[in-house]
């Protein structure tokens, strides 16, 4: 138990933490990160860790987060990839799939058992994702497959997905000419603020969503999910939002922290 908490037992369950700007900023860990999640862990407390990001596998976020000290497996890591495979696999595990995405994505959805395929007559949901190696074929067989029936879901919803550096090719744009083209709208959007990623992250935990609480540095995201889930939320100041941002918002947070460290 870090000596900083003394006897101090975690208010919640089960955590729910975001990781760029609440855990890590880049490379560097956010200080006194580490200390609540051993905190956390030490207090038996379960915790996951959220990333909107579909670009790479849990994998990488828990390589990343065990080299800046915070000892993780993929098991430990939600992404919008994640959410959107544990709605794949409770409600159409035998369905044939069609992805516009990357090759690294493709296996992955390949490797939790999904059948893919670039049948047309075969496709039964497609799936948009965020993909650098886009063409007009790729696009041309999801709308094919859409007017033709098949169901649609997207990993994200948001404009643009932030890497270091600058951003790649926004997944809403292919959501926006798919719907446009097949005159259909997405029926599930994985990641934040989606419900899905929460209800993802509460099964991942095994803990009732009552009793989490949901924790990042964004209002439009983080917070908005938590709070349309009906969970309390807890705000870090570490990250893009500041008390003044906080000031003009509609909906508070429950907390809004400094950093991790405050953790209730």
């Not at 969970?231 to 809004?256: F, K």
Request: some cysteine.
């Amino acid at each position: 138990m870090p000596e900083a908490y003394g006897s101090r037992e975690p208010r919640y369950e089960g955590y729910i933490l975001d990781l760029d700007g609440t855990v890590y900023i880049g490379d560097t860990l956010i200080p006194g990160a580490r200390e609540a999640v051993e905190w956390l862990r030490a207090s038996g407390r379960p915790v996951v860790f959220l990333s909107n990001k579909p670009l790479e596998p849990a994998s990488h976020y828990a390589a990343k987060l065990s080299s800046l000290g915070i000892p993780a497996m993929a098991d430990d890591v939600l992404n919008s990839t994640q959410a959107l495979l544990a709605y794949a696999q409770q409600h159409y595990p035998n369905a044939a799939y069609y992805c516009v995405g990357e090759e690294l994505l493709l296996r992955e959805l390949c490797d939790a058992g999904l059948h893919l395929t670039d049948d047309v007559d075969k496709i039964e949901v497609v799936i948009a994702a965020f993909d650098r190696t886009l063409t007009y074929a790729k696009l041309n067989t999801a709308y094919q497959a859409l007017v033709r029936g098949a169901k649609f879901f997207a990993t994200n919803g948001d404009r643009s997905c932030p890497i270091d550096g600058g951003t790649i090719p926004d997944c809403a744009g292919v959501i926006a000419f798919l719907e446009a083209t097949a005159e259909g709208q997405v029926e599930m959007v994985a990641g934040k603020p989606s419900r899905q990623m929460l209800s993802a992250a509460t099964g991942r935990l095994g803990v009732d969503p009552s009793k989490c609480l949901m924790v990042g540095d964004r209002l439009a995201t983080d917070m908005r999910m938590g709070q349309d889930a009906g969970i309390d939320t807890a705000l870090v100041l570490t990250g893009v939002t500041s008390r003044e941002h906080v000031a003009l918002c509609d909906a508070r947070p429950t907390y809004v922290l400094e950093s991790l460290r405050d953790l209730p």
